[in-house]
């Protein structure tokens, strides 16, 4: 096998997944989490076990995210209101982005 160098080095691209989101009128492009954003919300959750709901609104305003622009699409305050009412659309668009990030329930839960 041959040594990589920086120039045969390929550029980490962070994968995405379309979730069809009826109640927004379309599909919602969520993206998997980059290493420090993963791990700021372990820590999170570490820190403050009660809030872990909360911490569900901050995974999904991370990784839910405009399909042109690459920013938030709604930020945790929206998400969390949001799913108030769309309580279903919200936990699978919840469980492609665990999954994505390499959460999956059990780990959350241990943490």
Known sequence: MASLTRKTLQAPVLR?????CPA???DVVVRML?????LALLDRLRADAGARYAQMAELLAVSVIDAETGAALMNAEE???WAAEHWDEAVAILE???SLSGFDAEAVEKN
């Open 24 to 26: 927004l009128g379309g």
């Open 79 to 81: 998400w969390d209101l």
């Open 16 to 20: 995405k997944e379309a979730v069809p």
């Open 96 to 98: 492609v982005a665990k």
């Open 34 to 38: 980059r290493l420090s954003e993963r």
